[in-house]
C-alpha cells in the first residue's frame, strides 16, 4: 500500500512538473514574436543565465514575474508582478488612504481591496488570514458573488461587495492603510516556506453541505459521479 501511495505521488509530481514547463513554453509565445525584448526573455530563460530587460518594459516584467513564480522565486516574482498597475487596462481601486509597504500591522488598519476575478480572488485569498491576524481591523473589498463564502472563512475580517463608489466601510476610522488583495502575498509569501503547511481555508456552508449529503444518500449506495 505504502508503495502504491509512493508511485501515484511520484507521478501526480511528474505531472505537475510537466505541466509547469509547458505553461513555460506556451507564456511568451505569442507575445515574443512581435517583440525583440520579449524574445530575448523568452530565450535566456529556457537556456539559462541572466536576461537584461529595459526598466520601462511592462510587458517584458509582467513575463518574467510569471516565470520566477513558475519557477518558485516567490519574492522576485511578487516584486515584479507590481509591474501590472503600469498597464493602461488594468483596474485600480482609488481611496485615499497609504498603501501597506508590509511593515508590522498590529495596532493599524488594513482595508483590502480585490483587483482580479472571482477565481483569482479565492486562490488569493489564502494570505488573508496572515493580515487578520497580525493587524487591529481587516476590511475586504470583494467579489459579491463571494461575500457569504469569505465571511464564513475569515470571521476575524469585514466583508463587502465591491461597488461604485465603494463602501464607506474601507475608509472608516480605523483603518489606515490599504492593499490589493493581489499584493498581498508580496509581503507575506516570499518563500516557499510561507506557504507551509497547507491547510484548508474555506469553509463550506454547513446547512449546503447537510442538503447534499442528504441528496446523494438518496441515490443509494456505490459511487457517486457528478
Known amino acids: 500500500v505504502r508503495k502504491e501511495r509512493r508511485d501515484r505521488k511520484a507521478d501526480a509530481v511528474h505531472r505537475h512538473r510537466a505541466l509547469l514547463h509547458q505553461v513555460r513554453r506556451q507564456l511568451l509565445r505569442d507575445r515574443e514574436r512581435k517583440d525583440p525584448v520579449l524574445r530575448q526573455v523568452a530565450a535566456v530563460h529556457h537556456g539559462g543565465g541572466a536576461v ?44 485615499p488612504l497609504p498603501e501597506w509597504d508590509g511593515t508590522p500591522l498590529e495596532g493599524r488598519g488594513l482595508a483590502v481591496w480585490a483587483e482580479q476575478g472571482a477565481g483569482d480572488e479565492i486562490m488569493l485569498a489564502s494570505a488573508l488570514g496572515d493580515v487578520i491576524a497580525e493587524a487591529a481591523r481587516v476590511v475586504v473589498e470583494c467579489d459579491g458573488r463571494l ?80
Open 52 to 95: 537584461h530587460v529595459p526598466l520601462d518594459h511592462v510587458a517584458a516584467q509582467g513575463n518574467l514575474a510569471r516565470l520566477d513564480l513558475l519557477d518558485g522565486r516567490f519574492a522576485d516574482g511578487f516584486d515584479r508582478w507590481v509591474w501590472r498597475w503600469r498597464e493602461p487596462e488594468t483596474w485600480r481601486r482609488a481611496l
Open 147 to 226: 461575500v457569504p463564502l469569505f465571511a464564513r472563512s475569515f470571521p476575524g475580517a469585514a466583508f463587502v461587495p465591491r461597488a461604485e463608489p465603494p463602501s464607506a466601510a474601507l475608509t472608516a476610522a480605523g483603518v489606515d492603510v490599504q492593499c490589493a488583495l493581489g499584493d498581498l502575498c508580496r509581503w507575506r509569501r516570499r518563500a516557499a516556506e510561507a506557504f507551509r503547511p497547507a491547510r484548508a481555508y474555506l469553509r463550506a456552508d454547513p446547512a449546503a453541505v447537510q442538503a447534499m449529503r442528504g441528496r446523494l444518500a438518496r441515490l443509494g449506495p456505490g459511487p457517486k459521479i457528478g
